[in-house]
């Protein structure tokens, strides 16, 4: 009996899920356990293991197709099998899958293969570049690696090699700066209360590892508690509230930007927040998050002070409205009745969706926000 | 560092090991007085005397028994056969008994044996005294194979070699003893199963064993010049084989030759390109290049005997053609 790949459903209310590509092709003999393709969910992309040892065939999802979850997409053979018991992949409901309903079932007749040197062919699947297309200049017309490179416009430098990762947050950032309205509105706010908050937090045991980061999670939790406007998306021409307070954290990796979530922020101790945050930040260096990591964001800090960036920026992580930039804090003169002192100083930029939060409300949550920096006295927990 | 050709080192590796630990004998034809005929062992009599450093009948089975049984019961004897080519003689000895009875005695044996012998064309020495058989050896589950290919090598691994438990087959290029190289002052071993970078290139990785090296790097220092870089490789020992020093070097430049004086037909250059072949295969950009000695016995005639083994000039064809540059 042949083996289902099935399209599986990562998230509680996923109802498609995307091939991103495929790592394997039809008729190659597969392992149980290898990846045999990459699909993409609307929050991260993850690979597809083979379920058994065998040959993968009936591969008529094309890539970039949508398709139901639980619809499956290939089958691995077993020896002696063959691909006549594929279920057909209907009802297939969505965008270019209509057009590939006419592919042949089963293996497709094989055609001659191009000549290719072991390497060309793995950096041609990974620069995305067709093997035919090419001229060889190796042994009988056989394309060699140099013949791939010399197809791929890279720079001069050549070509960084990228993840799913890089590529999810370069489709995710693109998106958001062409579609979102985006404006920013920023304030320097004192942080010499938000410091010793900090001080006195991390004096309690378990509390060590309390991180500005952390801080401002809580106060903008606080703060989208006291403006659910901010706490929402645009969704088909209305503005749909977001459920929960859920706050994701914008961490660097090796692999690009990933925003895993706290999930309900507003309800979770100063302690709670902290440890969660150090679990969802070294999974990410790790590259182990879960869907559910990365799913439910209402609202994303991006904190790059320890960098001693002053101030930034952010692109508005697209379906949420707003996003807070947070920079360093800094020793600035400032002027206080009449007299020039010396204070911490943070400069906050909040990139807002002009769809959602228009500038009066993203003030205002600002506002609120600042205050809470500068005063956080009361939500000490 | 002191300069000391190949045959010194090894000369001098044997005189610490036997210094160091009395348990260490040589046994061997023309061993003592006459300090072998390619007088690698030139003055070890006179410091540790007949009874440790022996010469002895002509009948390599019954001096490498001699040796199997020693070590069996205590002792580390190093037997020298001297020529490589009588390994045929010997295999009983190796393959029977040194590399099974510590397996067989449920590990209650052990054999410290080191066998010391030659290999190498080109010496003019006619078919039965030029070939390299280590082959042969590396093949038995059990026996250790090293194959030195500068001076520096050739005494840190025979240190080693005599300080192994195990039977190990320590195999000496009759072409190299000549050569000189710098030795490191002092005390000093080199582990088993580390192979040594001897050049380090991007373009096309040559792995080459024993004298083989010395081939590799003039053919390496031919091809900088044509603006291909070639990163040699010397595994300095078959058994155990470091293979992912290999297969590291093969991913990095994506072309890989192996160049060995064995027979290239069911040879060490074909275990070595195997396991490139099937680790690295997805970062090659040509097939893995085997040479070895022509498969033929070796001739006397000089013209002929030097078209059987591999040369600088046939060792940077072969680089120049995977390269694409032909």
Sequence with gaps: MPTEVIMPALGMAQETGKVVR???????????????????????????????????????????????????VAV?????????????????????????????????????????????????????????ALTGSGPNGAVVAADVEAATPAADGGAFEVGSVWR?????????????????????????????????????????????TDLLVKLCAEALRRHPRVNASWRDGAIAAGATIN??????????????????ADTLSLGAISARRREIAEAARAGRLRA????????????????????????????????????????????????????????????????????????????TLAGLVEEPAGLVT | MPELTFAQA?????????????????????????????KVLAGLVDEFGPERVLDSPISEPGITGLGVGAAVTGMRPVVDIMFGDFLTLVMDQLANQAAKTHYMSGGKLKVPLTLRTTMGATRRSAAQHSQSLHAWVAHVPGLKVV??????????????????????????????????????????????????????????????????????????????????SAEVIDPRTLVPLDRDALIASAEKTGRAIVVDEG?????????????????????????????????????????LEDETVPTPETVAAAARQLCGRT
């Design chain 1, 292 to 367: 559910e990591d990365v799913q439910g964001g209402t609202f994303t800090i991006s904190n790059l002070g320890m960098y001693g960036v002053d101030a930034f920026q952010a692109i508005v992580n697209a379906p949420q409205a707003a996003i807070l930039a947070v920079g360093r804090i800094l020793e600035r003169p400032v002027s206080l009745n009449g007299e020039v002192v010396s204070r911490p100083m943070l400069t906050l930029s909040l990139s807002l969706d002009h769809r959602v939060v228009d500038g009066a409300r993203g003030a205002e949550f600002l506002d």
């Design chain 2, 147 to 228: 194959l030195p290919s500068t001076p520096a090598d050739a005494k840190g691994l025979l240190k080693t070699a005599i300080r192994d438990d195990n039977p190990v087959v320590f195999i000496e290029d009759k072409m190299d003893y000549a050569v000189k190289g710098e030795v490191p002052d002092g005390e000093y071993t080199i582990p088993f199963g580390v192979a040594d970078v001897k050049r380090e290139g991007e373009d096309v990785t040559i792995v080459a064993t024993s004298s083989m090296v010395r081939v590799a790097l003039a053919a390496a220092e031919q091809l900088e010049t044509e603006g291909i």
């Design chain 1, 22 to 72: 495929w790592l394997r092709n039809e008729g190659d003999q597969v392992v149980k356990g290898e990846a045999l393709l990459e699909i993409e969910t609307d929050k991260v992309t993850v690979e597809i293991e083979a379920p058994a040892d065998g040959t993968l065939a009936g591969v008529r999802v094309p890539e970039g197709a949508e398709v139901p979850v639980g619809t499956p």
């Design chain 1, 247 to 264: 706050i994701g954290i914008a961490v660097a990796t090796e692999d690009g930007l990933v925003v895993p979530v706290v999930h309900a």
């Design chain 2, 10 to 38: 090894v000369n001098q590796a044997l005189a610490e090991e036997l210094r160091r630990d009395d348990t260490v004998f040589v046994i061997g034809e023309d061993v003592a007085e006459a300090g072998t005929p390619f």
């Design chain 1, 76 to 132: 691995v053979l077993a020896a002696g099998e063959t691909a006549a018991p594929v279920a057909d992949p209907e009802p297939r409901v969505v965008r270019e899958v209509e057009a590939v309903a006419a592919a042949p079932a089963g293996p497709a007749p094989r055609s001659r293969r191009r000549l290719a040197s072991p390497k060309a062919r793995r950096i041609a699947q990974e620069l995305g570049v067709e093997l035919d």
């Design chain 1, 168 to 212: 999810v947050m370069a489709e995710r950032t693109a998106r958001s700066w062409q579609e979102v309205p985006q404006f920013v509105l920023r304030r320097d706010v004192d942080a010499s209360r938000l410091e010793s908050w900090r001080g006195s937090v991390r004096r309690h045991p378990g509390n060590e590892k309390v991180s500005h």
């Design chain 2, 263 to 303: 027979h290239q037909s069911y040879g060490a250059s074909a275990e070595l390109a195997a396991v490139i072949a099937e680790r690295a295969f997805y970062s090659l950009d040509a097939p893995v290049r085997r040479l070895g000695a022509m498969d033929v016995p070796v001739p006397f005639s000089p013209p």
